[in-house]
């Protein structure tokens, strides 16, 4: 099955900084990557994904890179904020276009300081 | 829309009990998953359902643990008997697309 590994386990900028977090995977037949913002005791959310048909997306602050050869992909937020601070998770799967079988990288708790 | 629902949000109870966590989907979403989070572990999937029918479950760690989903709007997660090392929040997510919508979860304690 899919292995993902996520790194790094925490991160710690000033505000105002960029922060990068990175992911591989294991299975080539993955082609869905998604990025989840979890607040301390809240639920997960979606903030951004990436399809293997392409290399890079950005949602203002945000993009995610992806090197389908290397299996790997990564999270860079751009000019930090507080509330940035969160612990985010990447993921991968097939994407099946509704039940995406997907599989968590452990995580990253981002601490953005004033 | 009020978005995934789940109850109860807190459930304390002693090893050996019988444990139910309810899940109400987003409406009109045709896929519901059911996921456990631990320090140790993570997040992990433990099973999902198409149009109520159960799809994968193959992360239903052993037979002590059960889920039925009996319409589009109800699914329900089972721990018979729970045991300390199912303290966990479990989350309730569905889906119509590709992104996945996550409940509020369920903290379960089991002493």
């Known amino acids: 099955g899919e292995n993902v590994e996520q790194h790094p386990s925490t991160l710690s900028v000033q505000e105002g900084d960029s922060a990068v977090i990175k992911c591989t995977y294991s299975?080539?037949?993955?082609?869905?990557f998604p990025w989840y913002k979890q607040e301390l005791g809240k639920r997960p959310q979606l903030i951004i994904d990436?399809?293997?048909?392409?290399g890079e997306k950005k949602d203002q602050r945000i993009a995610v890179t992806l090197n389908k050869t290397a299996k790997h992909f990564s999270l860079h937020i751009t000019e930090t904020q507080p509330e940035d601070s969160a612990v985010y998770f990447c993921a991968a799967s097939m994407d099946t276009g509704g039940g995406n079988k997907l599989t968590f990288g452990t995580g990253t708790q981002l601490k953005v300081e004033l | 829309d009020a978005g995934v629902i789940q109850s109860p949000r807190h459930e304390v109870t002693e090893m050996g009990q019988e444990v139910t966590l309810r899940c109400k989907p987003i409406?009109?979403?045709?896929?519901l998953f059911w996921y456990r989070q631990t320090m140790m572990r993570g997040l992990e999937l433990l099973i999902y359902f198409n149009n109520n029918v159960p799809i994968d479950d193959s992360g239903m760690p052993e037979d002590r643990f059960s889920a039925k989903m009996p319409n589009a709007s109800f699914s329900t997660l089972k721990i018979q008997p729970s045991e300390p090392r199912d303290s966990a929040v479990y989350f309730c997510a569905s889906s119509l697309s590709s992104e996945q919508y996550f409940g509020p979860g369920t903290r379960l304690t089991v002493t």
């Open positions: 409406s009109g979403h045709d896929y």
């Open positions: 299975d080539s037949a993955s082609n869905y």
């Open positions: 990436i399809r293997s048909n392409v």
